[in-house]
């Protein structure tokens, strides 16, 4: 079993920023692929990034990109999330996942483990 617990959300004004942590514990592997996902009320779960634990690739949805960074320290098995550039739309719950998934792992099927979520709220 793997344990993921998100830290680092809140409340936010419109082009501000955030930085989320999720940190893994249990019997984690340094082939998983990780990754961030987002979900607002009434909306489906939505793919943010995902990192490759041991060689650090990285990937990002196309909305994404540009705002959002992805990475990770491996000695403290944490992944981060740095989101700059904040706006309301992305007010929702961010949610870490872990799996023994194929690379780029865009998909929640993808993850065998997740995080309780953090929420992230934007003020416009």
């Known amino acids: 079993q793997v344990q993921l617990v998100e830290s680092g959300g809140g409340m936010v004004q419109a082009g501000g920023s955030l930085r989320l942590s999720c940190a893994a514990s249990g019997r984690f592997f340094s082939r998983y692929t990780m990754g961030w996902f987002r979900q607002a009320p009434g909306k489906e779960r939505e793919f943010v990034a995902s990192i490759n634990w041991y060689g650090g690739s990285i990937y990002y949805a196309d909305s994404m990109k540009g705002r959002f960074f992805v990475s990770r320290d491996k000695g403290k098995n944490t992944m981060y999330l740095q989101m700059n550039s904040l706006k309301p739309e992305d007010t929702a719950a961010y949610f870490c996942?872990?799996?023994?998934?194929?690379?780029?792992?865009?998909?929640?099927?993808?993850?065998?483990?997740w995080g309780q979520g953090t929420q992230v709220t934007v003020s416009s």
């Open positions: 996942a872990a799996g023994e998934s194929r690379w780029p792992a865009r998909s929640p099927n993808d993850y065998d483990y």
